[in-house]
């Protein structure tokens, strides 16, 4: 297949490949998703929760797109905006780094910030008023239900195509959309492929209802979003990781070629 002869940067997103990792006795399969245009697994929500909005009439040229993110939803949101013409407000906790901010910014959007204190649910909530004053559209990732249909279309049905055999699926859960989409994909082959979530030890909200502070972005929300709270009985486990292991991990990982962040050491 030959890259190069698309239209535009939209029709590079997906199709990642697949890498084989050696980890202790194991053997674990790695999708390279930083290998799509804005850099992350997220441009795949991004095209289709904008492009499902197009065609039901709810986002209309001229329109601004407010979403509320800590980090890579709203790279993605940036990048397909920037290509689809739509002016873009992220709406991000004080918390997010600084890198992804300025990533955004340059992508041609704008930034709000929120209060480290009221969380990522603040967040969600000032972007609710945002659009709503504005008459924009927000994607709202945590509970639109082409988060998990693009997961399930695309990166579910790569991975069925690309592994012979899985027992186990393993993704953080930040809005659930990955680690749900890909369940059902695959529970359709077998129903007896073990799908495990991952979240901090130090805000264990799904194995243990507590919330608290950690370092690994993109993953342990401060709620429950819909997403995970309507489809639990797809998660056969939940495991939970510190700080200090996803930092190791990640910094293991980039020892054998691979650039990848904290959630992904988790």
């Given at each position: 297949m030959n890259i190069f002869a698309k239209k535009n940067l939209l029709e590079l997103?997906?199709?990642?490949?697949?890498?084989?990792?050696?980890?202790?006795?194991?053997?674990?399969?790695?999708?390279?998703?930083?290998?799509?245009?804005?850099?992350?697994?997220?441009?795949?929500?991004?095209?289709?929760?904008?492009?499902d909005a197009e065609k039901r009439g709810i986002l209309k040229p001229g329109m601004t797109i407010v979403e509320p993110t800590s980090g890579n939803t709203g790279i993605a949101l940036s990048f397909v905006s920037s290509i689809k013409g739509y002016e873009?407000?992220?709406?991000?906790?004080?918390?997010?780094?600084?890198?992804?901010?300025?990533i955004m910014k340059h992508y041609g959007a704008k930034v709000v910030l929120t209060r480290k204190e009221i969380g990522v649910k603040g967040a969600v909530e000032?972007?609710?008023?945002?659009?709503?004053?504005?008459?924009?559209?927000?994607?709202?990732?945590?509970?639109?239900?082409?988060?998990v249909l693009a997961h399930k279309e695309t990166t579910g049905k790569e991975i069925l195509?690309?592994?012979?055999?899985?027992?186990?699926?393993?993704?953080?859960?930040?809005?659930?959309?990955?680690?749900?989409?890909?369940?059902?994909?695959?529970?359709?082959?077998?129903?007896?492929?073990?799908?495990?979530?991952?979240?901090?030890?130090?805000?264990?909200?799904?194995?243990?209802?507590?919330?608290?502070?950690?370092?690994?972005?993109?993953?342990?929300?401060?709620?429950?979003?819909?997403?995970?709270?309507?489809?639990?009985?797809?998660?056969?486990?939940?495991?939970?990781v510190t700080d200090k292991e996803a930092i190791q991990t990640s910094r293991r990982l980039a020892r054998e070629g691979l650039f990848v962040g904290i959630s992904s050491g988790a």
């Open positions: 997103i997906g199709n990642t490949p697949m890498t084989e990792i050696k980890m202790d006795s194991e053997t674990i399969y790695a999708k390279m998703e930083n290998l799509n245009p804005s850099g992350s697994i997220k441009d795949r929500i991004a095209k289709y929760m904008i492009e873009f407000i992220a709406v991000i906790p004080e918390f997010a780094s600084k890198e992804r901010i300025e000032k972007a609710k008023k945002l659009a709503e004053r504005l008459n924009g559209f927000m994607p709202n990732q945590f509970e639109n239900e082409n988060n195509e690309q592994v012979k055999n899985v027992d186990v699926f393993v993704a953080g859960v930040g809005t659930g959309g990955t680690l749900i989409g890909v369940a059902k994909a695959l529970k359709e082959k077998n129903p007896n492929v073990k799908i495990i979530g991952v979240e901090p030890a130090s805000s264990p909200l799904l194995s243990k209802g507590k919330v608290g502070h950690h370092k690994i972005e993109g993953i342990g929300e401060d709620f429950i979003p819909k997403i995970v709270e309507n489809n639990l009985e797809l998660i056969d486990q939940i495991i939970v």
